[in-house]
Each structure stands twice: as structure tokens, then as C-alpha cells.
């Protein structure tokens, strides 16, 4: 505190010292022999009044809240707008108070007036700008120092003076550019703080080979987000990389709510999708700042990511509730977690532990409940179906129930798109967690004041997590194959997981702000928008050509057949749900509620746990598909999805997915 006293000291001397210096040159630089002696005179009149009035001035446009080593063009604009106001001080003091019916004559005059203007401008802002010089010529010498990797840097301009600048800062080391490369073709031959932009994506073979016979073997390629996009040909580019045997590496964290920018290896993942939703990031903070946030299941691959988010966008306080050691030892162990200001914890439990889920939750007094923990793999549910309910169902219960009576203002469940018209127990547990949600919303929406919201957010399959396909066939492509796909015409949906997240407290803030103040219908069920489904056989095909082989030539695709409780086509909402507009927000659709029926749910919970208790499976199908509309129908999508045979000619296979249903 002393530090930063001393220092905005200094700042004011050196303001006010210029002040005099700007006065005094203005001056010398107008006035000769006896104008000049007269003025000066009277300056020991003049200052102390005048200085008075530049420091409030000086404050007033926060020119002491900036550190000089950042000074930028925001400060420049506050410099001239103080400098205008005092010039106008002073033509009010010299037409007003002086002028010449009253002293004879102007004591400054326009001309010097003017001058007087600029000069305070350049001694204000001139210094700044040569201190921040300073600084950036010592960091930028000793980063030259230590950097030791020659970089060709890819890119669009806005993308690439980010990373410049974290280059030069320090943030991202190591890194020694001589070169950018711009999609943009108007780019080509300009400057970008220093280092040249020497062509575009197609230029690069010839740009690294004049490099390295200028004795600048360039040793890293280096890809900013806009080098990604689908309009940028990144295939093309990884191919090209490739073929010179240089790494590719991808730039991380350019506005996405992390400490800065940062290097990751380039994956696959990173160029399947479509482009993602801009996440509204202002919404998110104010939603999630100072807040206290539960998450179960938070050493998954989906919980995990809310835990990073929800330190990212500002949370006091979250609490990781997880049933593996490993995960939760992993989750808190994270880089940003450790270097977070959130006060962050965990705990061992498992959610279909009723007493201690309540215990833990209440104990911690969570404004938001995030409810992740779940069993997803649908073969093993098909196989372990009591598994499936104990955590899907009577858990889900346990932790909406625990938040509502720990009284935190939203409880936001997890869900999948395969809760629609479900054919599997992954899809129809998670159903039925949904109407236990709803009905607990229905029930806290008669009560006064601000009670529990609870809702659910449906997607689909996220890249990244666990039991993603992805993973799968980077495995067998690295065997040499084959890629096994389960059906020729089988589509999903695909998000990453950063993006899902943000979706899913996206979802949340509006059912904790519009949807509790509207007062008339409020959104149970939030779907976030994943854009055209992605047909399997298509997105094997793509994986074996960025590996470099030839898909049927090199690495055989072979059809396996679908399993058990699986579908071809995935949707988003079922046909009797009403929908609901969300104005403003993008990305995230809504329906309203369904089912409310308290007395009837508490039925088929009793008639499932009894189901469960004497591993009944058709006592539980019995209650799942009076519950849940359309389970019945699940026989004939399974064979449906098993009367295709486990292989056929590629040229079957339609030329597009067919668009999302909802």
C-alpha cells in the first residue's frame, strides 16, 4: 500500500512539475523583452491557483490510475481532454477575468493559449509514452534473449498482435518469431510490431525454405484461432506442416476468460466443428461473481471444465463434489485452479448418499448447484441398468432435493439430448431426472419470495470427454485400422467441451434472472444450439486424411452395427414440448415444463426402488414407460438400428446428415 502511495506521488509531482514546465515554455516560446518579464512576474500569482485546478483536473480524468508501462491510446485521450479543459481555464481566466478593459491587455492571448495546449499534451503524454518504450525495449531485448525457438506465426492480424504481445511480455516464452503468415492476402508485406507478414497459408513451403537459406531455420509453426477456421483451409495447412516436418501448435485463452494467452498441441478435435457460439462473457461474470458453486460430478470431463469456468468467471467459492479420488485429486491439482482466487475445495461423496449429500451441501450454503455426476455410457447401462437408476435417478433426486433445502437460488442438471423419445437407460434415466427437476421447480415456483429454481440443459456428445468417439478412433488410426463405426447413416451431435459449459451457465443465468423475475411461464428444459448433426462415417473419413492415409486404401472403415440402445439420429426437444423464445441469448433454446405431478412421481420412485431392490428390469420398464412418453417405442428403433448389416459400400452412404429435428 505504501508502494503504490509512493508511486502515485511521484505521478503527481511529475504531472504538476510538467504543468509549471508547459506554462513557463509557453511563455519564453510567445513572449520577448518586456511582455515577457511582466508574465513572469506574475507567475508566483498565477501557479499555486492554477496547479490547484490541474491536480483536480488530473484526477478527475484518472491519469494516476494507469500504470505508465501500459500507457496506451485510452490515456492519450484522457491526456488532451485534461490539457483542453485547463486550456480552457485559461481562456476564461484571460477573456473573463483579465482582458484587456481590465488589465490592459490579454495576459495569454489564443496563440498562446494554443501553444500552451500542445506543449502540455506532449510533456504530459510524451513522458509516458518514453517510459512505456523503455520498458518494452528491456523486455523486449531480454525475451530476444531467452527466446530459442525460430516461429512462423499463423493467422489473421487481430489474432497475431495478441500473441505479439504476450510474446513480448512474457507470458508466452520461448517462442522467436521471424514471420506471419495471414489468410488475408492484404496483409501480405506489412509489419506487425516488428516482424513482417511474409505471405499467406499456400506461401508456406517457400517462406520456410528462404528462411532457412538466410540462416533462420524456422523450427515451430504456431496457429491463432482465425488460422483454424473452416474458411482458412486448416486441413490444407496441417497437411503442408506435415509434409515439412514442423510442429504445429495452436494459440489458447484469446478472450476466453483465462489468465492469457497460451500454446497447446494442435488436436484433432480442434477442427471438427463448426464454428462455435460467442459466449457472452459480461453476462456470465455478473452472473457468477462472488457467488458460491457446487458441482457434482466435478472431476469429470463435463464437471471439471464448470469448476475452470466458474473460477474464470469470477465464483468465491466452489465446491468439487466427486465419488473418485483420482478425479478429485486431479480437478483440484489443476494449474488454475492452484492459481485461483476462489476459494476452491473438495470432498469425497457419492450422490446416491442421500444423508451425506444433504450434509455436504447444506454445509456449504451454495448460491448455484451445477449437477454433473451421472453414469453415460449407454452399453453399460443396457447391461448394469440398476447402476443406471441408483445414480441417474435417485441421485439426481437426492442432490435437487439438497439444494432446494439448503435454499440455493438454481440447481442446473445435466442432461443429454438422448433423453428425448429415449431408446436406452442412459436416455430415459436422464428423462425421468428431468421431471424430478421440474416437478421440484413447480412446486418451489408456488412458494413466495425467491425460491429454488431447477432446470435442466440438454446436449449432445462432447469432444473431449469421456467416451467420446474421438479418442477412439485416434487409437485405431494409430494401429493402422481399421476405424470401426456402428452404422453407415448413425449422426450426433458434437460441441467442445469449454463450449457446452459456457452454454450450460449461460442457460443458468437466465433461469436465475429473466425466468425468476418474469413471473408467468419459466423454462424447465435449456438446449443448447449444436448446428447440423455430424454423420459418424463422415467424421471417421476426415480423422484418417488429417493423419495423412487415404480412408478404404490405407485404413479401412468397418461397420459393426448398432448397439444396444443406441439410435441413428438424435433431437433435441419431444413433440409436445412448448417452446420458449430466449431474446438476447445465443446459442441456448428452452421449453417449458411437461410434468409437474408431484403425487405421481413419488409413485413410480416407490415402484423403481422396489424395482431396483429385486433386480426386477421389467418391473422398472414398466415404470419408465408409463413415465416417459415413447419409451415404449424403443423395440422398434433397436431393430431398426440392428437390421443394418455390419458392413456396406461406402458409395450407400448418403452425401449429408439430415438436418436436426426441433
Wanted: with cysteine.
Amino acid at each position: 500500500m505504501q508502494q503504490r502511495l509512493a508511486k502515485t506521488a511521484v505521478m503527481v509531482a511529475h504531472d504538476l512539475a510538467a504543468t509549471v514546465a508547459a506554462v513557463v515554455l509557453t511563455f519564453l516560446f510567445r513572449f520577448q523583452g518586456a511582455m515577457l518579464a511582466e508574465r513572469l512576474h506574475a507567475l508566483p500569482l498565477l501557479l499555486p491557483p492554477f496547479l490547484v485546478v490541474a491536480g483536480l483536473v488530473y484526477a478527475r480524468f484518472r491519469l494516476y490510475r494507469t500504470k505508465w508501462r501500459f500507457a496506451s491510446l485510452p490515456d492519450l485521450a484522457g491526456i488532451v481532454r485534461a490539457a483542453s479543459v485547463l486550456a480552457l481555464v485559461l481562456l476564461v481566466v484571460d477573456w473573463v477575468l483579465v482582458s484587456s478593459d481590465l488589465y490592459g491587455f490579454y495576459f495569454f492571448g489564443k496563440i498562446a493559449i494554443l501553444l500552451y495546449w500542445v506543449l502540455q499534451i506532449f510533456l504530459l503524454g510524451g513522458t509516458r509514452a518514453a517510459f512505456r518504450y523503455l520498458k518494452y525495449s528491456r523486455s523486449r531485448q531480454s525475451n530476444a534473449r531467452a527466446a530459442t525457438v525460430p516461429t512462423l506465426l499463423l493467422g489473421r492480424g487481430s489474432d497475431i498482435d495478441v500473441l505479439l504481445r504476450a510474446i513480448e511480455a512474457g507470458s508466452v516464452k520461448k517462442l522467436a518469431p521471424r514471420g506471419i503468415l495471414s489468410p488475408r492476402g492484404n496483409e501480405a508485406g506489412q509489419y506487425m510490431r516488428g516482424v513482417p507478414v511474409l505471405g499467406g497459408f499456400a506461401d508456406l513451403e517457400r517462406v520456410v525454405m528462404d528462411l532457412g537459406a538466410r540462416g533462420e531455420p524456422i523450427r515451430r509453426l504456431v496457429a491463432a484461432p482465425s488460422a483454424l477456421a473452416p474458411e482458412s483451409a486448416p486441413d490444407d495447412l496441417i497437411a503442408r506442416a506435415r509434409r515439412l516436418g514442423l510442429p504445429l501448435a495452436r494459440v489458447v485463452g484469446l478472450g476466453e476468460g483465462t489468465q492469457g494467452p497460451e500454446l497447446a498441441p494442435l488436436e484433432i478435435e480442434d477442427l471438427l466443428l463448426r464454428p462455435t457460439v460467442a459466449i457472452d462473457r459480461p453476462r456470465l461474470e455478473g452472473f457468477l461473481a462472488g457467488r458460491r458453486v457446487v458441482v457434482t460430478g466435478g472431476g469429470g470431463s463435463i464437471g471439471s471444465e464448470i469448476c475452470l469456468r466458474a473460477v474464470a468467471f469470477g465464483a468465491a467459492a466452489v465446491l468439487v463434489l466427486e465419488s473418485s479420488e483420482p478425479a478429485l485429486h486431479g480437478i483440484l491439482s489443476h494449474p488454475a485452479i492452484l492459481g485461483s482466487a476462489a476459494e476452491v475445495t473438495g470432498v469425497i461423496a457419492d450422490i446416491r448418499d442421500r444423508e451425506r449429500t444433504f450434509a455436504v451441501i447444506a454445509a456449504f450454503r451454495p448460491d448455484y448447484v451445477m449437477h454433473a455426476a451421472a453414469l453415460k455410457q449407454v452399453p453399460f447401462l443396457e447391461r448394469d441398468w440398476q447402476e443406471g437408476i441408483k445414480t441417474n435417478v435417485f441421485g439426481s433426486l437426492n442432490v435437487a432435493e439438497a439444494a432446494v433445502a439448503a435454499r440455493a437460488r438454481a440447481l442446473v442438471m445435466i442432461s443429454t439430448d438422448k433423453a428425448i423419445e429415449p431408446v436406452s437407460q442412459l436416455g430415459v434415466t436422464k428423462r425421468f431426472a428431468e421431471m424430478i427437476a421440474q416437478s421440484l421447480d413447480a412446486g418451489q415456483a408456488a412458494l413466495p419470495g425467491h425460491p429454488t429454481r431447477l432446470i435442466a440443459v440438454r446436449f449432445g456428445n462432447v469432444l473431449g470427454s469421456a467416451g467420446s468417439v474421438v479418442p477412439v478412433f485416434k487409437a485405431q488410426i494409430a494401429r493402422g485400422g481399421p476405424v470401426t463405426v456402428t452404422h453407415p447413416d448413425m449422426v450426433r451431435y458434437f460441441m467442445t467441451v469449454r463450449e457446452a459449459c459456457d452454454l450450460v451457465l449461460t442457460a443458468a443465468s437466465h433461469a436465475d434472472g429473466e425466468a425468476r423475475a418474469d413471473g408467468g411461464d419459466r423454462a424447465a428444459v435449456y438446449v443448447l444450439k449444436m448446428g447440423q448433426p455430424v454423420r459418424i462415417a463422415e467424421l471417421a473419413e476426415r480423422m484418417i486424411r488429417l493423419a495423412g492415409f487415404e480412408p478404404g486404401a490405407e485404413i479401412e472403415i468397418a461397420f459393426t452395427g448398432a448397439r444396444p440402445g443406441e439410435r441413428l439420429n438424435e433431437i433435441l426437444f419431444a413433440r409436445e414440448e412448448p417452446r420458449i423464445g430466449l431474446p438476447g441469448i445465443e446459442g441456448v433454446m428452452a421449453a417449458q415444463p411437461i410434468f409437474a405431478d408431484r403425487p405421481r412421481l413419488d409413485a413410480w420412485l416407490a415402484r423403481l426402488r422396489d424395482a431396483v431392490a429385486a433386480g426386477d428390469r421389467a418391473a422398472a420398464d414398466r415404470v419408465f414407460e408409463e413415465a416417459v412418453p415413447h419409451f415404449g417405442e424403443r423395440g422398434a428403433a433397436r431393430a431398426e438400428a440392428s437390421a443394418v448389416p455390419a458392413s456396406r459400400p461406402e458409395a450407400m452412404i448418403p452425401a449429408a446428415a439430415p438436418a436436426a429435428l426441433g
